[in-house]
């Protein structure tokens, strides 16, 4: 089986912020996780499998500096990463519309 991972970055809104738009938009509902490795993220699963996982691009470092979770998009405040299975129904129509929020890569697996 195939897998779609889809990273999309913004300025425009906080991780809080951002996963609030798509809970409303793509009707699903985000639980907020707080990592040691990660900080606070949100964390969405669609019935299809697919993931939604909103990630402030600053992460806890292991020197007390944070660090950048996609550290080739430095200019990115926070991450949008959609796994999900090929078969899907792609969001990438649904993400685009967002005004803001910028497609960076999609690789398969």
Do not use: C, K
């Not at 809970?23 to 996780?33: G, I, K, N, P, Y």
């Not at 402030?56 to 405040?77: K, Q, R, T, V, W």
């Not at 299975?85 to 969001?91: E, G, R, W, Y």
Request: hydrophobic share 40%; aromatic share 10%; net charge negative.
């Amino acid at each position: 089986m195939v897998t779609a991972f889809d990273t999309y970055g913004t300025n425009a809104y906080t991780a809080q912020e951002l996963s609030d738009l798509l809970a409303s938009r793509l009707t699903v509902a985000f639980t907020e996780h707080d990592s040691d490795y990660l900080g606070i993220y949100f964390l969405a699963t669609l019935a299809d499998t697919t993931r939604i996982h909103v990630q402030p691009n600053a992460i806890p470092g292991d020197d007390g500096e944070d660090d950048l979770y996609e550290d080739e998009y430095p200019e990115m405040s926070v991450v949008l990463l959609v796994t999900s299975p090929d078969s899907a129904v792609p969001l990438n129509a649904e993400l685009s519309a967002i005004e803001g929020l910028t497609w960076l890569r999609s690789l398969r697996d």
